[in-house]
């Protein structure tokens, strides 16, 4: 059996820190609830930190992008009035851009103080599933273990805009690497599940919940494997995606398993020679 593995590096986590806000926007009370429709961009350090992933010819690259109705959470914050808010960005492919509502606290020419901070998936709370129990689909990329946050933007203007009078754009990186494997064979029977699973002290790849916090990422409780159910996808040619933790281990193993069988690889290192999964593999 052919096999050709990935790790994509893991992008810079956000050095910036979010103000923390002590009131929830409240649109009935506040400006008689009015509403603006805003468009957000997003910029990538890194040319495949986008939701979509789809790799090259040769193997060694991702090509990336935005899909219709792909989600973003948008936090803002009218600093001077100490209330903020998260809602949704959808992505809007015949515009490029994501779009979202803004409660609008200005008349006229009006300008406040505002902060943005994004984050990928959408959650409103800021709380995001990363646990062991994936799904994949065919030979397709799941995006949403795809986690990406933005460093903070601080702007005075009007909603959704930066000084220049130009949408916001959020540089999203993301805060995970990505194990890709690529094997072909002669067994045409149908994968059911793929088992990812590093050893090492303090080694994990997945936990329950993560929080998406702007300075990168926080979970509680790490999870030393993930496990693939796949769908639509036979033996005789196929990719399987893992987004996994940044961590350090000492040894990785991946179990394959179809109704009647099962293939396993792995890769040991001394602890001098750690894997880590922050760098290329």
């Known amino acids: 059996m052919k096999q050709i593995s990935r790790l994509l590096s893991l992008a810079a986590v956000a050095a910036l820190c979010f103000s923390a806000c002590t009131e929830e926007l409240n649109n009935d009370k506040i400006n008689g609830g009015k509403t603006v429709t805003v468009h ?7 040319p495949s930190t986008k939701a979509t992933l789809t790799p090259d010819k040769e193997e060694t690259a991702f090509q990336a992008a935005w899909e219709n109705e792909d989600k973003i959470a948008v936090k803002y914050t009218y600093v001077a009035n100490v209330i903020s808010e998260t809602v949704p960005g959808t992505w809007d492919a015949s515009a490029s851009k994501f779009s979202a509502e803004l409660t609008d606290l200005t008349t006229g020419d009006e300008v406040f103080e505002m902060k943005y901070q994004a984050s990928y ?20 990329y799941n995006s949403v273990y795809d986690l990406m946050v933005a460093e903070p933007v601080t702007v005075t203007a009007k909603p959704g805009l930066d000084e220049s009078g130009n949408a916001i754009v959020f540089p999203m990186q993301r805060q995970t ?15 059911t599940k793929a088992t990812l699973k590093v050893e090492g002290e303090n080694a994990a ?7 998406l916090d702007p300075t990168g990422m926080d979970y509680e409780t790490g999870l030393s494997e993930i496990v693939l159910t796949t769908t639509d996808q036979t033996a005789d040619n196929f990719t399987l995606w893992f987004n996994v933790l940044p961590t350090t281990y000492t040894k990785m193993t991946l179990t394959v398993e179809t109704a009647t069988k099962t293939f396993t690889i792995s890769n040991t290192k001394s602890r001098s020679e750690e894997h880590t999964s922050e760098l290329q593999s």
């Open 40 to 46: 957000f961009g997003t910029e990538n350090t890194d």
């Open 121 to 140: 998936p959408y959650s409103e709370t800021e709380y995001v599933d990363f646990g062991s129990a994936r799904t994949q689909t065919g030979n397709v």
């Open 177 to 191: 690497a990505i194990a890709y494997f690529h094997f072909t064979s002669d067994n045409t029977e149908a994968i």
């Open 205 to 211: 790849i997945a936990a329950k919940t993560v929080l």
